[in-house]
């Protein structure tokens, strides 16, 4: 009971007030899916195509991961903008590029105009990542925040879904025209979801932070949320003062570094915000985690993903297959969402990757024993006639596991407020930088070590991620913002609370006693 006589607000109520607030957000994340993988269906039509518009092979392999190359551009704008307009008009601002590009991608009347278009959906997207993972962290309370979290990656898998099925039944001018509709209904929802109450306040503008932070907890009213308002207040409070002040014990306000222009205050503020351990070791911890999660699956050969299917000799259409493993997609998010809140995330991640790697292997074995080494898969002329089941299934599988990965998830909520958006924009960047290079060197890859040297290659990475994150990911389901900066503010050494990881603690730190003990005693 909040009052006396004062029915309290149900749980269900205070969950559908952020999943409603999530829905311009989510199709922004269907507009994003359909962004990353429309070119998997616009590249086996144009890929040495008898008539219209016409690639060879090499022009394919830039074609297919140019959209990557371009995406950290964007990202570097998003950084900025999430600060500068705040969450809610960047998830406005943020769809023009990929209105102007699906416009491009339907009148494309030759090669360049094609790769623009590619090119403005991969700036669009880069643009895309910062505000869409930054809004559903600061909205969301702890308890629902790791589903719906997870929930996004549901959404972004609705849209690659949807970019497969409409390259089956359409051709990919008119599948363009019908994936402009998604950018557009996203512009009109911003405009009735509410900004988030941290950037509220960090603008002075306390009234419009309670009132939102009333609106996202169900409705409430304000004595309803007095006790959350006010911890979100003393967080901010920590976050207004000065880096360099606090370091010094200073409290004055407006201090000397406010003064400086904006050139200098940028400086200041990515040497003693950006450049501290908070951030630095989340940063570095979820560049690992992309590079270890787009190199050890299928994610590589995405782009070329309908050709890869016909060089593996899969009995099925290929394109039914694509479009299969985009409705995987979206059933393994959202039971990835599921398993999020039975084992938390840090085990989902562990074992998901783990998974995948063996899943290369296997798909490495079968092209090994049953493939000719004259297959090439941006070669048409070179696929097998013959056709199996066996690599739908592998494929399948590595597909399954590498979907149940969660690295935006994690970028949602491991960076402290004062560096969220440049660091969430960098991470984005990088990230985009790694798709670039894991899609390009497919090409070369694949020419040099043939199918089962490039699925050995990505399994065997898989395997060290699997170590690396094991020894290095700290649990975050359950954790409040605050916490998990404090987390990462601590002088601890990241070695995660796991059982084994503590047995082997606790025996070192017994073998140490031991002999410390010997040692005195020798002395004696």
């Given at each position: 009971?909040?009052?006396?006589?004062?029915?309290?607000?149900?749980?269900?109520?205070?969950?559908?007030?952020?999943?409603?607030?999530?829905?311009?957000?989510?199709?922004?994340?269907?507009?994003?899916?359909?962004?990353?993988?429309?070119?998997?269906?616009?590249?086996?039509?144009?890929?040495?195509?008898?008539?219209?518009?016409?690639?060879?092979?090499?022009?394919?392999?830039?074609?297919?991961?140019?959209?990557?190359?371009?995406?950290?551009?964007?990202?570097?704008?998003?950084?900025?903008?999430?600060?500068?307009?705040?969450?809610?008009?960047?998830?406005?601002?943020?769809?023009?590029?990929?209105?102007?590009?699906?416009?491009?991608?339907?009148?494309?009347?030759?090669?360049?105009?094609?790769?623009?278009?590619?090119?403005?959906?991969?700036?669009?997207?880069?643009?895309?990542?910062?505000?869409?993972?930054?809004?559903?962290?600061?909205?969301?309370?702890?308890?629902?925040?790791?589903?719906?979290?997870?929930?996004?990656?549901?959404?972004?898998?609705?849209?690659?879904?949807?970019?497969?099925?409409?390259?089956?039944?359409?051709?990919?001018?008119?599948?363009?025209?019908?994936?402009?509709?998604?950018?557009?209904?996203?512009?009109?929802?911003?405009?009735?979801?509410?900004?988030?109450?941290?950037?509220?306040?960090?603008?002075?503008?306390?009234?419009?932070?309670?009132?939102?932070?009333?609106?996202?907890?169900?409705?409430?009213?304000?004595?309803?949320?007095?006790?959350?308002?006010?911890?979100?207040?003393?967080?901010?409070?920590?976050?207004?003062?000065?880096?360099?002040?606090?370091?010094?014990?200073?409290?004055?306000?407006?201090?000397?570094?406010?003064?400086?222009?904006?050139?200098?205050?940028?400086?200041?503020?990515?040497?003693?915000?950006?450049?501290?351990?908070?951030?630095?070791?989340?940063?570095?911890?979820?560049?690992?985690?992309?590079?270890?999660?787009?190199?050890?699956?299928?994610?590589?050969?995405?782009?070329?993903?309908?050709?890869?299917?016909?060089?593996?000799?899969?009995?099925?259409?290929?394109?039914?297959?694509?479009?299969?493993?985009?409705?995987?997609?979206?059933?393994?998010?959202?039971?990835?969402?599921?398993?999020?809140?039975?084992?938390?995330?840090?085990?989902l991640v562990i074992g998901s990757m783990f998974a995948t790697a063996c899943c290369s292997i296997a798909l490495s074995i079968y092209a090994r024993t049953s493939l000719p080494t004259t297959v090439f898969s941006y070669e048409p002329s070179t696929f097998p006639e013959d056709k199996a089941v066996?690599?739908?299934?592998?494929?399948?599988?590595?597909?399954?596991?590498?979907?149940?990965?969660?690295?935006?998830?994690?970028?949602?909520?491991?960076?402290?407020?004062?560096?969220?958006?440049?660091?969430?924009?960098?991470?984005?960047?990088a990230s985009y930088i790694i798709f670039f290079l894991a899609a390009k060197t497919n090409y070369n890859i694949e020419y040099a070590f043939h199918l089962s040297g490039t699925f050995a290659l990505y399994g065997i990475i898989g395997f060290i991620g699997t170590l690396y994150l094991y020894l290095f990911l700290p649990e975050t389901e359950q954790k409040t913002l605050a916490e998990i900066e404090a987390y990462y503010k601590s002088?601890?050494?990241?070695?995660?609370?796991?059982?084994?990881?503590?047995?082997?603690?606790?025996?070192?730190?017994?073998?140490?006693?031991?002999?410390?003990?010997?040692?005195?005693?020798?002395?004696?």
């Amino acid at each position: 009971m909040t009052d006396e006589g004062k029915k309290p607000i149900s749980r269900a109520r205070i969950i559908l007030s952020q999943v409603l607030a999530c829905l311009a957000l989510d199709f922004l994340l269907i507009g994003l899916g359909l962004s990353i993988s429309f070119v998997t269906m616009v590249l086996p039509e144009v890929l040495d195509a008898k008539e219209g518009l016409s690639i060879n092979n090499k022009q394919a392999s830039w074609f297919g991961s140019m959209a990557f190359l371009c995406q950290p551009l964007g990202s570097i704008f998003s950084g900025p903008l999430l600060d500068h307009f705040g969450r809610k008009k960047a998830l406005f601002l943020v769809n023009i590029p990929h209105v102007v590009a699906w416009l491009l991608m339907y009148y494309a009347w030759d090669v360049p105009s094609l790769f623009i278009g590619n090119a403005l959906l991969g700036i669009g997207t880069g643009i895309m990542e910062a505000p869409s993972v930054t809004y559903v962290g600061e909205i969301s309370d702890p308890s629902v925040r790791g589903i719906l979290t997870t929930l996004t990656n549901g959404f972004t898998s609705t849209g690659m879904f949807i970019a497969y099925l409409l390259g089956t039944v359409l051709p990919w001018r008119q599948a363009a025209l019908v994936a402009l509709t998604v950018p557009l209904a996203t512009m009109l929802l911003v405009l009735f979801v509410p900004e988030t109450p941290i950037w509220l306040l960090s603008k002075g503008r306390q009234k419009e932070a309670l009132d939102s932070l009333c609106r996202l907890r169900g409705w409430a009213q304000p004595e309803d949320v007095k006790q959350e308002f006010d911890e979100l207040k003393e967080y901010y409070e920590e976050l207004r003062q000065c880096v360099l002040c606090a370091k010094e014990g200073k409290t004055i306000e407006p201090c000397e570094h406010y003064n400086k222009n904006t050139l200098k205050k940028t400086l200041l503020k990515i040497k003693h915000i950006f450049f501290v351990k908070e951030t630095m070791k989340p940063f570095l911890l979820v560049l690992a985690y992309f590079f270890f999660h787009t190199t050890s699956g299928a994610m590589p050969v995405r782009p070329n993903m309908v050709n890869v299917c016909k060089a593996l000799g899969m009995k099925y259409n290929p394109k039914s297959i694509v479009v299969f493993v985009g409705a995987i997609f979206i059933v393994m998010s959202l039971l990835s969402a599921v398993i999020v809140k039975l084992i938390g995330k840090r085990k989902l991640v562990i074992g998901s990757m783990f998974a995948t790697a063996c899943c290369s292997i296997a798909l490495s074995i079968y092209a090994r024993t049953s493939l000719p080494t004259t297959v090439f898969s941006y070669e048409p002329s070179t696929f097998p006639e013959d056709k199996a089941v066996l690599p739908v299934v592998l494929f399948l599988l590595s597909i399954c596991f590498n979907a149940l990965g969660i690295p935006w998830v994690l970028l949602s909520e491991v960076f402290p407020f004062r560096s969220r958006g440049i660091a969430t924009a960098m991470a984005a960047a990088a990230s985009y930088i790694i798709f670039f290079l894991a899609a390009k060197t497919n090409y070369n890859i694949e020419y040099a070590f043939h199918l089962s040297g490039t699925f050995a290659l990505y399994g065997i990475i898989g395997f060290i991620g699997t170590l690396y994150l094991y020894l290095f990911l700290p649990e975050t389901e359950q954790k409040t913002l605050a916490e998990i900066e404090a987390y990462y503010k601590s002088n601890r050494r990241i070695f995660a609370n796991d059982f084994l990881i503590n047995a082997f603690k606790k025996k070192t730190s017994t073998d140490a006693e031991a002999n410390k003990l010997m040692l005195v005693k020798t002395n004696t």
